[in-house]
């Protein structure tokens, strides 16, 4: 019988995406201000693979991935994502954008085999942590490649993306080897 343990500690990051620059500042700031200081920052992608956020966030959204650099346990993924939640709730009521939903914030985690997000939407790949998330393995890392699976989100797939998570994961890798 295998004895439980407590998990390595991840790497804990946020995908902010928008259409506006200020919102994006916002969410790094936010995160910040309760995660701690940002370990990387990926560059402001053009996030142009569906037209799905287009009615509640507008045409021209901009993603960027913030790592933190404070050790995460994995185990606070549902505080983490009901935590973004609010914050969007809490940027729209602000009322400075037109839109309904001008700032959408995923958290989720690498550790060294794969990438996980969250999620309030079940399907048939997601697993039920609690509190009305879920997790799924968006990305698996193996032979030194980033894999996508079948349901993988398409700009999850792209090699801009997963240039940064490989240079987050070498960031994790190093850390754990101290």
């Not at 910040?32 to 021209?60: C, D, H, K, Q």
């Not at 994502?81 to 009521?93: G, H, I, P």
């Not at 999620?119 to 997601?126: G, I, V």
Request: aromatic share 14%.
């Amino acid at each position: 019988m295998g004895q439980p343990a407590p998990h390595k500690p991840v790497l804990l990051i946020t995908a902010a995406f928008s259409r506006h620059d200020e919102a994006l500042d916002w969410a790094k700031q936010k995160t910040v201000e309760n995660w701690g200081p940002i370990a990387l920052e990926s560059p402001r992608f053009v996030f142009a693979e569906t037209g799905y956020y287009e009615a509640t966030m507008g045409p021209g959204l901009k993603k960027v991935f913030y790592a933190f650099r404070r050790p995460f346990d994995p185990a606070d993924l549902v505080d983490i994502k009901l935590a973004t939640n609010r914050w969007e709730e809490e940027y729209a009521a602000l009322g400075r954008r037109p839109e309904p939903r001008p700032l959408n914030i995923d958290p989720g985690y690498i550790e060294l085999g794969k990438l996980v997000l969250a999620s309030t939407k079940d399907f048939a790949h997601r697993v039920y942590l609690s509190r009305g998330i879920f997790a799924e393995v968006t990305l698996q890392y193996k032979h030194h490649l980033w894999r996508h699976h079948e349901y993988t989100f398409a700009d999850y797939r792209r090699e801009d993306y997963q240039q940064f998570f490989s240079e987050c994961r070498e960031w994790l890798k190093r850390g754990t080897s101290k």
